[in-house]
């Protein structure tokens, strides 16, 4: 075991892992962190994406130990100060951007991630970002319109929550 | 996985001799080798980080070529190589998703040479050569079938370096559940002719399509693949297709990258 | 318009906000104190005799508890197969056993051998390496028309073939069927696979078992649809524990999609080893793990017949289905190719004469059962390419087709010729709907335009009607099924007005937490904040029979609707009283109890402090508090309908297809939230387009599973499906349930695979390929560009 820290959501955590410990399970297992999900071993479907260094990741293929001292952020760091939804959450909601809410959390990191990338995307710029994260519930539509709409842009042909 | 002890120094000296251990291996982005060591296929005694040396990191031109160091992730060089090789930092930005992209490597994608890699297509129709911490290896003796390659124990690519082609293109046919390519076709045109290297068909892995670099090297363009195909034999047969459409992919992407050359 | 909050409001969902944040609480979420980890040891060989299993070894490694094989499981129980078939005989249906772990015999890949607990997981499964197993490889079989032969080596043993059952229905009508057959204008027949499907919601399965022995209390928690039906299942027939000593949590679920319906081997060997270990211990699925052990859906290869008589009538319709059960019986599998399939093949037709009949056979695989729409995918998919390929060989518009044959609107009731009853419908509406959404006139001018970039554009259709809400339970029971299948619900009024509601459906995705508010706000005229929806926890809810077969809403909303009546009546009581006017007088509206005619009132809160404060309270006539429990038991299936549009684009060069656009026109009856409506919709959509053209779940002849993880087996992903066209303005609201509602769950995924196929083929035949009549799902890029060159 080895002594692994990291700055996770602005604030410096630590725990042990093994050179084994993936990311994933060290947010998970290790700091508490449930927010990040796994639902494959193939690093096809996403649920684990966390921002490394402010890059996008898959936690689940980034061994804990190889990230010591780096700045991570995850799903549990995205609301705002005031611990309200920010701005591409809102619009998840808004939109009916989730259903079971398990692909959610991978799904709004890489979300934002384009965003920061590209902040005026067009529907297949969306689409084709996404390829990395799987939703089995939403069949995309609204996961699409509500990154659309967090970007600022005009989604109105379609039904929104009220 | 199996446990083992992780390593992260911080030269390539301290890797290779880290690497020098028993039953040791190089980790790069780790996109294809952690899957791998989940199923357990996989038992290194010591997993040694490339991802902490920076002196195998980033896209230069140096005259005619473009020198990418092996620990370069795929999203930097979609990145950095836009301007100066298009076709190559197109073929990155197409790898994986972009997750992936931040990870991956090229070094990682082409000591792994996986048949159905992007990558391998691009150093072969390029003529690159791959640098390690011993010697320069041509793309031609590189690729030495499936998973196979060139390498010696411990021996670990430091760059690759690609000569820069006057056009080229890559056109690649996801296999709809990996989207690693089905059939990936790169062609480049240089001045003393054109080089074509297929990817995801051969069972033999990445190979130069002879015939389609003759045609095109009299005449650069998909009319001049007019008439040619490409044998099944030896092509991959999968539950996402036949030898015989692999085959028929072949002469679809390359004349797609033909037409698509810049 | 209604107001916010109320029935027919797109109201925001209330669990997302924990969800988007991160603090969902998922089953592998949970950690217990002192907990131990499980790892199960499975089969590697579809087939074969176990001969020993030496765990010294293992047992000795860091960490290793115990480790548990078929022999500690003597005295348990099998795993219970929920329904019972009766063949066409009138025998019942060949029965295996089905253990916890593999006794004897191993008889799929991934059937569980040995469980090893250790401290962690890594641990568990570095020592279940180092069981020594000695398994001797018999031969598998994996095709079911060869597993029919007399000579095929047999999945069970004690069995007497590998034939489940041969189901004929309706067996009386057969001579009939047959005689229409011999004198039909023109017969159309069709053979065609429906493909082998993982369900794959995105949370693998999690089982963690917790056990306090100073109260002798079992406790699970697990990602299922239906926690009560797991601890009727696993107490009484695999453990023996009675349900008072049994907890069954279902907390937040991360999709379902039938495959979290089954009672499965995992869950209660956790429970049972937690009570052996006196510890808690918790099992989570690797996504590899969950190709092999999920449940998996669909796998039928079915031949259809469709008869017509000149006029171009629909007079008969054939069929006869070869349905995988895998290797064991799981919790429905039995009733899917039978009365979730065989009950829907008159579709959206007045054909008078059906036969049906359905071999379900055992083969080396993974189990088989409901996944989303369970038989009536595979039912609408075989009508609706049939009805199809007719349509062209007549050289008739398959519009025109339908139409003709359509079961019109002034026909409801109608009384089908395979055992039901539709009571609402118009089908003409939806058709009408979807052809003008989806600009069905101007298709011609886009094909020409796509053919002037080398692409072939095509247009398919497709009209489904599904029967969900199920399901009545005596027409149950006297189908063969092992249980009852209302809904329950509890409406508890707190003192100063609030509400919490114990409901027995339970929400993996489908926001209930959101709807099911919406309802009883609605009813009472509060703010839906005030209104809590629990679910998912057999310590609070009363016994219900969980979500699934689009059931929430038209049985266990309809539970609720009558729960709640029964609290507005208590209540219009109180009111009476505090208002001293006759109850016959109260209204009750906008949360206020008015005596009608004058200004006289009483709010919804002055009545619910009355009733847990009864000062003032008639308590010699009635008792204080307000709370109420309602079980309903539906009288009929609901029938939603509905008429899909696919275009696609057709790269001759490659094979591939494109969706360009989807149309979905449906007839759900009354919504409660149209937000939520729709993004059901979108899913099954996805689903359905997942089925057509990228799906398959493939074993090699030998039973090794090809496509085991998302290498390979290829999922829909964002840039594979466009955005849908999706409308539910066509009302016929269901004629039996207090809200008029028919569920929408399951829609999508059962009128979207022929829809697609369909265009498919009118791309291919418009391009030139007549030859091509059909492609069996999914159509792939090689096998559209194998069919179109197939010579």
């Given at each position: 075991m080895t002594k692994v820290t990291l700055t996770v959501n602005g604030r410096s955590m630590s725990g042990q892992a093994e050179g084994r410990t993936l990311l994933s399970s060290f947010l998970r297992e290790e700091l508490g962190l449930t927010g990040t999900h796994v639902g494959c071993d193939t690093s096809q479907c996403g649920a684990c994406v966390v921002h490394v260094d402010g890059q996008a990741v898959k936690s689940c293929t980034v061994l804990a130990q190889d990230v010591e001292g780096a700045n991570v952020t995850t799903i549990e760091g995205m609301a705002n100060a005031d611990g309200s939804l920010n701005t591409l959450q809102q619009a998840f909601q808004d939109h009916h951007g989730l259903q079971c809410g398990f692909c959610t959390p991978g799904m709004v990191m890489a979300a934002s991630s384009l965003l920061a990338e590209n902040p005026k995307p067009t529907e297949a710029e969306v689409r084709h970002y996404l390829e990395g994260n799987i939703c089995r519930c939403t069949g995309y539509h609204n996961i699409v319109k509500a990154v659309m709409a967090a970007s600022g842009q005009d989604v109105s042909d379609t039904v929104a929550a009220e | 996985m199996y446990n083992f002890d992780f390593v992260k120094p911080a030269s390539v000296e301290d890797a290779v001799a880290a690497l020098s251990g028993d039953e040791a291996q190089p980790l790069s982005g780790g996109m294809t080798l952690l899957p791998s060591m989940k199923q357990r296929l996989n038992a290194p005694a010591t997993l040694v980080s490339l991802t902490g040396i920076d002196a195998l990191k980033g896209v230069c031109r140096d005259g005619d070529m473009l020198v990418i160091g092996a620990a370069t992730p795929h999203a930097v060089v979609a990145r950095d190589a836009a301007a100066d090789y298009p076709a190559l930092a197109e073929l990155a930005g197409q790898i994986g998703d972009p997750m992936v992209r931040n990870r991956g490597t090229i070094g990682g994608s082409l000591a792994n040479n996986d048949p159905s890699a992007c990558y391998p297509a691009a150093a072969l129709a390029s003529g690159a050569t791959i640098v390690t911490d011993k010697r320069e290896i041509a793309a031609e003796e590189f690729f030495q079938g499936m998973f196979a390659t060139a390498l010696d124990e411990g021996e670990i690519i430091t760059s690759v370096k690609f000569p820069i082609p006057q056009k080229a293109a890559y056109a690649k046919f996801a296999q709809p559940a990996s989207r690693f390519a089905l059939t990936g076709a790169f062609v480049a045109q240089y001045a003393d002719g054109a080089r074509v290297a297929i990817t995801g068909a051969s069972e033999n892995g990445v190979f130069r399509w002879s015939e389609a670099e003759t045609a095109l090297s009299s005449n650069f363009s998909a009319d001049a693949l007019n008439g040619l195909a490409a044998s099944a034999d030896q092509m991959i047969g999968d539950l996402h297709g036949t030898p015989e459409y692999r085959a028929h992919l072949v002469g679809v992407m390359t004349r797609r990258a033909v037409g698509a050359a810049h | 318009m209604p107001k916010d909050g109320g029935i027919g409001a797109s109201t925001k969902r209330r669990e997302d906000v924990r969800f988007l944040t991160g603090n969902g609480r998922y089953t592998d979420d949970i950690n217990l104190r002192g907990q131990a980890h499980a790892f199960f040891l499975r089969s590697q060989v579809a087939h074969g005799k176990i001969n020993t299993i030496d765990t010294s070894a293992a047992e000795a490694m860091d960490g290793v508890i115990r480790i548990f094989t078929a022999k500690d499981f003597e005295g348990v129980g099998g795993v219970p197969c929920g329904w019972l078939i009766t063949d066409k005989h009138g025998q019942p249906m060949q029965e295996p056993k089905h253990p916890v772990l593999a006794e004897g015999k191993v008889r799929h890949v991934g059937d569980p051998i040995a469980v090893v607990i250790a401290e962690t997981l890594d641990q568990a499964r570095d020592a279940a390496e180092a069981i020594d197993l000695d398994i001797e490889d018999l031969p598998a079989v994996v095709d079911m028309k060869a597993a029919l032969s007399a000579d095929a080596p047999k999945v069970h043993d004690e069995l007497s073939s590998n034939l489940c059952y041969d189901w004929g229905f309706v067996e009386e009508n057969k001579a009939a069927v047959d005689e229409a057959f011999a004198s039909a204008a023109h017969v159309t027949s069709l053979e065609l696979v429906n493909q082998r499907l993982i369900a794959n919601p995105m949370e693998p399965r999690v089982a963690v078992g917790d056990y306090d022995p100073w109260n002798d209390n079992s406790t699970l928690y697990t990602t299922s649809q239906n926690p009560h039906v797991i601890r009727l299942l696993m107490g009484a027939f695999v453990l023996g524990i009675p349900e008072h000593k049994l907890r069954v949590v279902a907390p937040d679920v991360g999709g379902g999609f039938g495959a979290k319906i089954f009672h499965y081997a995992e869950e209660a060997f956790c429970t049972f080893a937690a009570r052996q270990l006196k510890r808690p211990v918790k099992w989570t699925s690797s996504r590899s793990e969950a190709f092999m052990s999920d449940a998996h859906g669909r796998d039928h290869v079915t031949k259809i017949e469709l008869a017509l008589d000149a006029e171009n009538n629909f007079t008969a319709i054939r069929t006869e289905t070869y349905a995988n059960m895998g290797a064991y019986l799981s919790t429905f599998a039995p009733s899917v190719p039978t009365w979730l399939h065989g009950t829907l093949m008159a579709g959206n037709y007045r054909t008078p004469l059906i036969y049906v009949n359905v071999k379900a056979v055992f083969t080396n695989t993974v189990p088989v059962d409901a996944y989303r729409g369970a038989g009536r995918p595979e039912a609408t998919f075989q009508l609706e390419r049939v009805v199809d390929k007719a349509a062209r060989e007549l050289g008739v518009d398959p519009v025109e087709l339908r139409r003709q044959n359509f079961i019109k609107a002034d026909q409801f009731p109608y009384a089908t010729p395979v055992a039901v009853e539709y009571d609402t419908g118009n089908y003409d509406a939806t058709m009408d709907k979807m052809l003008e959404l989806s600009d069905y006139a101007g298709f011609a001018a886009r094909a020409e335009e796509s053919k002037k970039r080398g692409k072939l554009r095509g247009f398919g259709i497709a009209h489904y009607i599904e029967a969900c809400g199920i399901a009545p339970s005596n027409l149950v029971g006297q189908l063969g099924a092992r249980a009852g299948l209302y809904e329950s619900a509890t409406v508890r009024v707190n003192a100063t007005g609030s509400i919490s509601i114990y409901t027995g459906s339970h929400s993996h995705g489908q926001g209930h937490e959101t709807t099911f508010a919406q309802v009883v706000a609605d009813m009472i005229g509060i703010d839906a904040g005030q209104v809590e929806i629990n679910h998912g926890d057999t310590a609070n809810t009363p016994m219900g029979m969980g979500t699934y077969g689009s059931r929430s809403l038209a049985v266990g909303g309809s539970a609720l609707v009558k729960a709640t009546n029964k609290v507005i009546n208590k209540a219009k009581k109180i009111a009476a009283h505090l208002l001293e006017a006759?109850?016959?007088?109260i209204e009750l509206a906008d949360g206020k109890f008015t005596v009608a005619g004058t200004d006289k009132s009483v709010d919804w809160a002055g009545v619910t402090l009355a009733a847990y404060v009864p000062h003032n309270y008639p308590l010699e006539s009635m008792e204080p508090g307000l709370e109420e429990t309602a079980f309903y038991d539906p009288s009929n299936f609901t029938y939603p309908s509905g008429a899909y549009g696919c275009e696609v684009e057709v790269d001759p060069d490659t094979g591939e297809v494109e969706i360009i656009g989807f149309t979905a026109a449906d007839d759900f009856g009354n919504v409660v939230n149209p937000m939520i409506v729709e993004g059901q919709v979108h899913g099954g959509l996805a689903q359905g387009i997942g089925q057509a053209l990228l799906e398959r779940c493939v074993y090699d002849a030998d039973g090794q599973l090809v496509s085991g993880s998302y290498m390979d087996y290829a999922m829909p992903r964002a840039d594979n499906v466009p955005n849908y066209t999706v409308d539910h303005s066509c009302v016929t609201p269901c004629t039996h349930n207090p809200l008029g509602v028919k569920g929408c769950g399951e829609a999508g995924a059962i009128g979207s695979p022929p829809a697609v196929i369909n265009a498919v083929i009118d791309a291919l035949q418009r391009g030139g390929h007549s030859h091509v009549t059909h492609i069996d799902m999914p159509a792939s890029p090689s096998r559209v560009w194998a069919a179109m060159n197939a010579k």
């Open positions: - | - | 006759s109850e016959a007088d």
